[in-house]
Every structure is written in structure tokens, then in C-alpha cells.
């Protein structure tokens, strides 16, 4: 079974541009999630996906991120314009279910690491 | 005060020991539980789940539920070298709302 696939793996920007983030989570993985950790701390959610629609975006920056889910599989995070605060890993999950119960645990792709100069 | 809290670490513990980490959480509403393991510039990997309170065993892990405490722990026996990383909680509610939270960094020393 494929794990999540996320590209690119590393990304270095200045500050005020734009970067985007992909994401195709396992096959027949129903939610997607985008999560955000900055080194030293745990991951934070920032926008979850069940198929096509929005379930929990409460913590996006939606002045600055933004985030789709293409006919319910790939996904692309963009942030425009970057700040320096926006450096961290960027962490793409999928899991089959809308949530991680009873053996449906989410998976993680191993990363997009940001540095915004 | 933050929605899931955790030993600060880092904690250090010989090879062959016990390692006891702790997961303190905040929303009564919660209802699955998971430890991920997180090695350095790697992703999270799912170590243990837990939904009921007591005692749930696989190999060397142990997690422990407590939902009347709102306290979930890991219990690592016969630690290895391998054990070193950091080990994350992470909480989530039936409505699907999940928070980590920042992680205890264990260290087992040969």
C-alpha cells in the first residue's frame, strides 16, 4: 500500500511570496488533513478535509492560506504572501474514516519543510 | 492552559528501564486517543491507540486511559537506545476535532 505523497520536500522562499503544497493522500482514504509544526512543538491542525468538502478550518489563516481538495483526493496548500512565522514542516495526514476510530489511525506523509528568509 | 498537555522532558531513562510518559487533556468530549512516535526531521508513526479507560497492552507499549481524570499515559518497558524520540499525544473528539500536543522527548542512554 502507498503511503501519502508529498512534494516538494523542502522549500526555501522570501518573505511575500507564494508557495505551494501537495498532498495525495492512500487510496480510499476519505479525510485529508493539513497540519503545521513548528519545530518544538506538536502538530497543528490547519484545515480538514472528509472527500470534497471543508469539516474543520478554525485555525487557517485564511488572509494568507488557502487549501483545496481536488475531486476528493490530491490536495494543494498555498500560502500568499509568506511570513517569516510561516517556517515550519507542513504535514499532510490521511485516514479512511471522518475519524480515527477503531483502527482507522491517521497516516502522515513525511513532510514539506519551509523556510521563509 | 493548553488543550493537551504533556511532560515538558526531556526525560532520560537507562536502557532497559521504564519510561512513563504523560498526557493530560482539557475536552471532556473526548474520545480516541493516540501516541505517535516522532523521530528527529521525521513524520509522526502511530504507536498505540486507545478509546476505553484502563489498560491496553501491545509488546514492549502500555497505554493507560483515564476519561474521570482526563489522563492518558505510555508506558515503555525495557526501553532501547531506539526508544529515543519524541513522543507525541494526540486527542480527538467524535466530531473530529484532533490536538497534539508539543511532545515529550525521551532519551534512553545505552
Known amino acids: 500500500e502507498a503511503g501519502v505523497a508529498q512534494s516538494p520536500r523542502y522549500k526555501i522562499i522570501e518573505k511575500r511570496q507564494s508557495v505551494a503544497f501537495w498532498c495525495n493522500p492512500i487510496s480510499g482514504h476519505a479525510t485529508l488533513y493539513w497540519y503545521q509544526q513548528i519545530l518544538g512543538q506538536g502538530p497543528k491542525l490547519l484545515i480538514q478535509f472528509q472527500n470534497n468538502g471543508v469539516v474543520d478550518d478554525s485555525q487557517l489563516p485564511k488572509d494568507r492560506f488557502s487549501a483545496e481538495r481536488l475531486k476528493g483526493v490530491d490536495s494543494t496548500l498555498k500560502i500568499q504572501p509568506a511570513k517569516l512565522e510561516d517556517s515550519a514542516v507542513y504535514l499532510c495526514?490521511?485516514?479512511?474514516?471522518?475519524?480515527?476510530?477503531?483502527?482507522?489511525?491517521?497516516?502522515f506523509g513525511n513532510g514539506t519543510r519551509l523556510t521563509v528568509t | 492552559q493548553k488543550e493537551v498537555e504533556q511532560n515538558s522532558g526531556p526525560l532520560s531513562v537507562p536502557e532497559g528501564a521504564i519510561a512513563s510518559l504523560n498526557c493530560t487533556y482539557s475536552d471532556r468530549v473526548s474520545q480516541s486517543f493516540f501516541w505517535y512516535r516522532q523521530y528527529s526531521g521525521k513524520s509522526p508513526e502511530l504507536i498505540m491507540s486507545i478509546y476505553s479507560n484502563g489498560d491496553k497492552e501491545d509488546g514492549r507499549f502500555t497505554a493507560q486511559l483515564n476519561k474521570a481524570s482526563q489522563y492518558v499515559s505510555l508506558l515503555i518497558r525495557d526501553s532501547q537506545p531506539s526508544d529515543s524520540a519524541t513522543y507525541l499525544c494526540?486527542?480527538?473528539?467524535?466530531?473530529?476535532?484532533?490536538?497534539f500536543g508539543d511532545g515529550t522527548t525521551l532519551t534512553v542512554k545505552p
Open positions: 494526540a486527542v480527538f473528539t467524535n466530531a473530529g476535532k484532533s490536538t
Open positions: 495526514a490521511s485516514s479512511l474514516g471522518q475519524f480515527p476510530l477503531y483502527g482507522s489511525p491517521l497516516h
